[in-house]
């Protein structure tokens, strides 16, 4: 079983401790899945204490066993009852009683912040140490985009697998099932994490045809009908007809690294509009591959693409039409959907070298259909590189 | 596509109003996916703001298009800004600024809980709500249990598929994907919801052999290995040999409505400890569902069924060994996978007509393997009624 290497986990630590220190932080303590498999190697029910100098302490209530074995950090420490965190992040504070923890304060529910806050530690001071840890796992080692490249390979394989299965009268989300199961045997996990409340989504959007032009409650520039007004996005029971454009956006899951893909598919000559339209997406592609690279700003990227947007017939429907347009282009991702940066509106995040981001430009045009391109980029010296490898060409079948 | 009947949601809200006035609270705004379905018919990105007494509002940000099609609940009131919350709240109140506002703390990040509480109501109490939703959300009416019996339908083509499916020297993963599949056709919509923090599932936990007997993060009794250390639950890499219980739990969703079944199945002669085992939690079953009528009271339930194990020499292997075991031997499930009521040490719910739970009592015994029988029940006036119509024979193949 795959397990993540010492060296990597210990300059994880040490980049946080970094901003430890620099924010005058005395103690992280980490909750959350997500980051608990950063930080230690393995997702269990357990508190990483990192101190702001010193040996990070792994407080396991359960698996202590699996946590030993799939984690390179020591100790590993059962936490029978949170009556005993105190007195081990006190401990791992060098014994002094510490005036300021850090708690990953945008994910933990309230209840449980003032479960920790008021009974726990009621004489510290309990900050927010989200943003750095965001801040730290923005930057992916060559480890990690080794991850994400074996993430990308299941993407391809989706890919590849399409034109073998897309029939003219299936539905969307027959076509989705299948190509799920072919993700799901070449290694994708299932399981796609999300930070931000209320995110949801269950492999992606196989949409088509002028039904795809629906927006939903997922902070995503396509929506779908989705199979139930229970779950409101995604692949509906809609038939899959010829002349449609057919976007397949797929999000796979390797070992906890994900890989964002979106590819179009048409049985038969597609609309005009969205051919041409689709042209542009790739012709933005190849312009902003060159654009974003080290030190370009997020948000000053956006407005660049959105001036050459601007200049089309197509600007009333990029990233959504109307009311329910996105406010972004692009998003990190690594082991969540949603990871800094994002490309929007505003942000002011510089690039660096071992980012990652999925950037998909899209037009929604009511009525006629959806086409957008989707790659998971890394931020290199040169500028952008796809990790994609499917090919981009819309493909007629 | 399905709605959720005005009259459902109607007395759904009159519930909640009952306990709003009860407990002197002027307005609860309900902001998580679950929630908002339940009392609205339609997930969007809205805040649904129910007076205690009066007309509830529909705010909504995204798609206001699809929550006037999907929701009957009337005004749907777009809502472009959060500086535009608090007035549409008061309003709600007939005018006056309330004192008290209720918000789901439970699951409502402390982020965001700062953010309501700071920004918006600075002026305002701001208390939890969640446990009456919960509350309201525990009886089911003749409608829900009738969509539940639909999710049961899924479940119960799963369990008759895997004699067709299942062959010697398969892996875990191999049988679990098949079976999501058959699942996934058959209606179930993927997305499993969870209301606890960090909890999280996919499809359910198919697992075999010796290997089963190892516990996770997920508070469950069974866990598994999984896929990864970045998601150690469910089914793994090993392949199932011929006299090993093979342990098919699965979670299906129907139209937002779940059902939760465990079924056994062996190639060829279990292993006579887990065949007596197996035995026994059927004998469990027959009795608590006599036993389980309305006026108990869950934890002592919970001692109860404990008794009957304590006379019998897996005492030591019930839900879990050691510091592993889980401390419930059934759940409430519903919309989520976590409702009222828990058959669990201590809890004091007594149990209604109306309710459904997932009882699930199970053996893990190390280096042998686990068993169990799980079916999602109603309680009705005589008693539990299963809603799983799957036989519940230890299935030799």
Redesign the interface.
């Known amino acids: 079983?795959?397990?993540?290497p010492m060296n990597e986990i210990a300059s994880r630590i040490v980049a946080l401790q970094f901003l430890l220190v620099k924010n005058g932080v005395d103690a992280a303590i980490i909750?959350?899945?997500a980051d608990l498999?950063y930080f230690t190697?393995?997702?269990?029910?357990?508190h990483l204490v990192v101190p702001a100098s010193g040996q990070p302490v792994f407080l396991v209530k359960?698996?202590?066993v699996?946590a030993e074995e799939?984690s390179p950090l020591r100790p590993v420490v059962?936490l029978?009852s949170l009556k005993d965190l105190a007195p081990a992040v006190f401990d791992a504070c060098g014994g002094a009683s510490p005036g300021k923890i850090g708690?990953e304060?945008?994910?933990?529910?309230?209840?449980?912040?003032?479960y920790y806050d008021e009974k726990i530690f009621p004489r510290q001071q309990v900050v927010?140490v989200?943003g750095w840890i965001r801040q730290v796992r923005m930057i992916k080692s060559p480890w990690e985009i080794e991850m994400m490249r074996k993430a990308e390979a299941i993407s391809r394989q989706v890919a590849d697998a399409v034109p073998g299965l897309l029939r003219e009268g299936m539905t969307e989300?027959?076509l989705s099932?299948e190509l799920?199961?072919v993700a799901?045997?070449a290694?994708h996990?299932?399981?796609l994490?999300f930070r931000a409340?209320?995110m949801?989504m269950?492999?992606g959007h196989i949409l088509s045809g002028a039904e795809a032009a629906?927006?939903?409650?997922i902070?995503a520039p396509t929506?779908g009908?989705g199979?139930?007004?229970?779950?409101?996005q995604g692949s509906s029971e809609k038939k899959i007809r010829a002349g449609e454009i057919v976007s397949v956006d797929i999000m796979v899951?390797y070992?906890?690294?994900l890989n964002d893909q979106t590819r179009n598919y048409c049985i038969g000559p597609p609309p005009p509009e969205l051919r041409d339209a689709y042209g542009f997406v790739r012709e933005i592609h190849g312009r902003f591959k060159k654009l974003a690279r080290p030190g370009t700003v997020t948000g000053e990227l956006y407005e660049e693409v959105w001036q050459w947007v601007k200049e089309t017939r197509w600007a009333d429907f990029f990233m959504g039409s109307g009311?329910?347009r996105v406010s972004f282009i692009g998003h990190g991702l690594g082991?969540e959907v949603d990871e800094f940066p994002f490309i929007a509106q505003g942000h002011k995040v510089v690039l660096q070298e071992g980012m990652t981001l999925a950037f998909e430009p899209k037009f929604i045009i009511p009525g006629v259909g959806i086409t957008g391109l989707e790659n998971t980029y890394l931020v290199t010296a040169m500028g952008l590189e796809s990790l994609n490898t499917a090919g981009e060409e819309l493909m007629i079948l």
């Open positions: 079983m795959l397990k993540i909750r959350q899945n498999y190697g393995t997702v269990q029910d357990g359960r698996d202590v699996r799939q059962p029978k708690l304060l945008d994910v933990l529910p309230a209840n449980i912040f003032f927010d989200s989300l027959e099932i799920e199961s799901r045997r290694g996990l299932g399981m994490r409340f209320n949801e269950y492999f629906v927006s939903s409650y902070d929506g009908e199979p139930s007004p229970a779950f409101g899951n070992h906890g690294y009311d329910t082991l």
